[in-house]
């Protein structure tokens, strides 16, 4: 399966894995791995010159060196019934996909678990060279879910048990109560939390902003709650701005216990740059 984002995957905290710097990526960097020669280019560093190879060919070449990768990439994908509504799955898998095929490509652990009102699925961190196909048959084969409810505390607990450090991304359209974040989260009162977080808000376009409606009821149905309630369209600009004012309740929240967020609805044709903007805004806050 061909990833369909590319996405630049940097941790904002330094990694606190024992073997950081142990592992060579596939990208050329700033590393310690040597990659090859090349011939000079005006603005290399003359540092990196090989005297020992222009005395051999006559001609200067610098030493290029894969770039140091060292950070465990914990993907957190909600499978619960709501995000099987429109098309909120089918975004959640491509950009699982697309994160985990950035981080093995650079040679950094990537892990998966799927989780709904309790982890259905754990797939610990590995770079090992089968572990995108583990992954990709994992949500392919996502098992049906019976759980109406988003609980985020199991899956958190499971990641902080097993894991003493990671990056993690949480995928999920938050449909659930937040306030019990606080308790499960290292990253608020930590400058360089061991389980650095973010959160990927993956929206249908009718829970983002309600539009192409007629007056009149509308009947809506909480997937999760099973709860109905009938909307008067009369209303409709109310609605859309209680959505507003909700997700803007879930940022908070979330930005609340240090997990950074991007809002992505399901129709938006720049996800590649949102998520983007979002690793790189966190970047230029680096400490």
């Given at each position: 399966m061909k990833p369909p984002y590319r996405f630049d995957v940097l941790p904002k905290h330094p990694p606190r894995n024992d073997m950081a710097g142990?592992?060579?990526?596939?990208?050329?960097?700033?590393?310690?791995?040597?990659?090859?020669?090349?011939?000079?280019?005006?603005?290399d560093s003359w540092s990196r010159i090989d005297w020992k190879a222009c005395a051999r060919s006559g001609e200067l070449h610098v030493r290029e060196f894969l770039k140091d990768s060292a950070y465990n990439l914990m993907l957190l994908c909600d499978i619960s019934r709501s995000m099987h509504f429109g098309n909120k799955f089918g975004l959640a898998k491509d950009l699982t996909v697309s994160l985990a095929h950035a981080a093995l490509r650079s040679n950094n652990p990537c892990g998966l678990l799927l989780f709904a009102d309790?982890?259905?699925?754990?797939?610990?961190?590995?770079?090992?060279?089968?572990?995108?196909?583990?992954?990709v048959s994992a949500l392919q084969q996502a098992p049906s879910?019976?759980?109406?409810?988003?609980?985020l505390a199991p899956p958190l607990k499971l990641v902080m048990k097993r894991l003493s450090s990671c990056f993690g991304v949480?995928?999920?359209?938050?449909?659930?109560?937040?306030?019990?974040l606080k308790s499960l989260m290292d990253a608020a009162d930590q400058r360089f939390p061991a389980h650095e977080m973010v959160a990927l808000h993956v929206l249908e376009d009718s829970e983002y902003h309600l539009t192409g409606v007629k007056d009149g009821l509308l009947t809506l149905q909480d997937m999760e709650s099973g709860q109905q309630m009938a909307l008067d369209l009369s209303g409709l600009q109310e609605f859309n701005t209680l959505l507003r004012l909700k997700r803007e309740r879930t940022a908070r929240a979330l930005a609340g216990v240090g997990v950074d967020s991007a809002v992505l609805p399901t129709s938006a044709t720049d996800i590649q740059a949102r998520v983007n903007t979002l690793l790189a805004r966190r970047l230029a806050a680096r400490v």
């Open positions: 142990d592992w060579a990526g596939l990208d050329k960097g700033t590393g310690y791995e040597f990659w090859g020669l090349r011939k000079y280019l005006p603005g309790k982890v259905l699925t754990w797939i610990p961190p590995s770079a090992a060279p089968r572990q995108f196909h583990h992954i879910t019976k759980n109406r409810k988003t609980q949480i995928i999920s359209d938050f449909h659930t109560d937040l306030s019990s």
